[in-house]
């Protein structure tokens, strides 16, 4: 088969446009603000990971963990993971919507510019969860748990 269809075909089938990238030096190309939502993010789910770890372990109903005291030491680490995870991910989406709403009202900014985007608002919606569900965990103390430390004080003779 011949045809000016036929060989468009072919030429896009045949057209090698592969280009080579360094994947190692990638992520160097970004701006500072970018690489630093960037490791806040990735803060924030390694802290929200360990977090629900660490309240499954914590758990009343659990049988991994140890006494009450245990447990309940847990849950307040957790609860601790979970609102610095929280305010890791807030501190990056606002730093990356400020960045935004200023090169959208620069009038000299000329390259594109953007909106603020749904991942923004469910991640401001996701940290705001976090942070008060930290502190719920935190304050959920057994009766008669005290954490005030025991220390043992002998004079000097």
Avoid at 77 to 101: D, E, P, Q, V
Avoid at 103 to 127: R, T
């Amino acid at each position: 088969p011949n045809g000016i269809a036929y060989d468009s075909i072919r030429f896009h089938i045949t057209t090698n446009d592969i280009s080579y990238y360094n994947s190692l030096s990638l992520p160097l190309y970004h701006k500072a603000y970018i690489q630093v939502c960037r490791g806040l993010m990735i803060a924030a789910v390694c802290l929200g990971f360990f977090g629900a770890i660490l309240v499954l372990v914590g758990m009343k109903c659990t049988k991994i963990g140890g006494s009450k005291i245990t447990k309940a030491c847990l849950t307040i680490l957790s609860g601790i993971h979970f609102i610095l995870s929280g305010l890791c991910c807030m501190t990056a989406c606002s730093i990356y919507a400020h960045k935004i709403t200023t090169d959208f009202f620069d009038p000299i900014f000329v390259a594109q510019k953007f909106e603020l985007g749904a991942a923004l608002f469910i991640g401001w919606a996701g940290s705001v969860l976090c942070i008060p569900g930290g502190l719920i965990f935190c304050l959920s103390l057994p009766e008669g748990f005290n954490i005030k430390a025991k220390y043992s004080y002998s004079r000097a003779a």
